[in-house]
């Protein structure tokens, strides 16, 4: 099984996944799991480009997004990867996010051996024995899994599961009239090309440490998927959370 996390090249997250991810159940003392983080071009003025991203964000904005997106394919962009993390040839903006999510996938997929493979972000924690079994109980010779919202027809983007057959159809279904959408709804709607589906798998919410401090193990432990979005103090807290989590459940 492989992760491919969600980086960014600006912001806080580079450091969340070093104090959350990295050091649970994506640990590299974990032999169940490899991992790649995947990024950007560090742009040349990070406060300006953090504050950009913040006003593109909002789905408000995002039907004006093709006015600062790539459009291009997946196979257009380079990639570069040291010490399993890829920088993609592509600016760090959100109007891009689709395209550099492709563009990750397709490198994992050329350049490693994996039989399912786990998009995620900072916020997901995985019970990897959990999902396995979950995943078990599946049927079908493709895999589309991972929280889904009651009003979506897609996966969430904090944690979507995907196998080799999956990730296949997606590339051949890639198209750049889906980029100004979030990439999420993108794989959705690639995948639906090919009649994939969305298998939706059991998952808990967790946005604060109240929260957190209120479950149990048994509870806790039921669960394959865990987001863990969370702010204390103007400051996400998102691998705090997470590293509670994994000491509870001792995995």
Same mark, same amino acid.
């Given at each position: !099984?492989?992760?491919?996390?969600?980086?960014?090249?600006?912001?806080?997250?580079?450091e969340?996944?070093?104090?959350g991810?990295?050091?649970?159940?994506c640990?590299?003392?974990?032999?169940?799991?490899?991992?790649?983080? %995947?990024?950007?071009? !560090?742009?040349?003025?990070?406060?300006?480009n953090?504050? $950009?991203?913040?006003?593109?964000?909002?789905?408000?904005v995002?039907?004006?997004w093709? $006015? $600062?997106?790539?459009?291009?394919?997946?196979?257009?962009?380079?990639?570069?990867?040291?010490?399993?993390?890829?920088?993609?040839?592509?600016?760090?903006? *959100?109007?891009n996010?689709?395209l550099?999510?492709?563009?990750?996938?397709?490198?994992?997929?050329?350049?490693?051996?994996?039989d399912?493979?786990?998009?995620?972000?900072?916020?997901?924690?995985?019970?990897?024995?959990v999902?396995k079994?979950?995943l078990?109980?599946l049927h079908?010779?493709y895999v %589309?899994?991972?929280?889904?919202?009651?009003n979506?027809?897609f996966i969430s983007? *904090?944690?979507?599961?995907?196998?080799h057959k999956?990730?296949?159809a997606?590339?051949h279904?890639?198209?750049?009239?889906?980029?100004e959408l $979030?990439?999420?709804?993108?794989?959705?709607?690639?995948?639906?090309?090919?009649?994939?589906?969305? !298998?939706p798998?059991? %998952?808990?919410?967790?946005?604060?440490?109240?929260?957190m401090n209120?479950k149990?193990?048994?509870e806790?432990?039921?669960?394959?998927?865990?987001?863990?979005?969370?702010?204390?103090?103007?400051?996400?807290?998102?691998?705090v959370l !997470?590293?509670?989590?994994?000491?509870?459940?001792?995995?």
């Open positions: !099984m492989r992760a491919l996390l969600l980086d960014n090249s600006t912001g806080p997250w580079h969340i996944y070093q104090s991810t990295l050091k649970t159940w640990n590299p003392s974990n032999h169940g799991i490899n991992t790649n983080l %995947y990024l950007g071009k !560090m742009p040349k003025n990070k406060a300006l953090a504050g $950009f991203n913040k006003i593109l964000v909002s789905r408000y995002q039907k004006y093709r $006015f $600062f997106q790539i459009k291009a394919r997946s196979t257009q962009i380079s990639c570069t990867e040291i010490d399993s993390i890829i920088e993609l040839d592509i600016p760090e903006t *959100w109007p996010i689709t550099k999510t492709l563009t990750a996938i397709r490198y994992v997929h050329q350049h490693h051996a994996y399912l493979l786990i998009r995620a972000n900072a916020s997901c924690y995985v019970n990897l024995d999902l079994k979950h078990e109980s079908g010779q %589309y899994a991972g929280p889904k919202a009651i979506k027809d983007g *904090w944690g979507i599961v995907l196998n999956t990730v296949e997606l590339l279904n890639e198209a750049t009239k889906f980029l $979030f990439d999420d709804e993108a794989i959705g709607r690639m995948l639906k090309v090919s009649g994939i589906e969305p !298998m798998i059991p %998952y808990l919410e967790i946005s604060s440490l109240e929260e209120a149990t193990k048994e806790l432990a039921t669960f394959p998927f865990i987001r863990v979005k969370a702010s204390e103090n103007g400051m996400r807290i998102d691998d !997470m590293c509670k989590i994994h000491e509870i459940l001792g995995v």
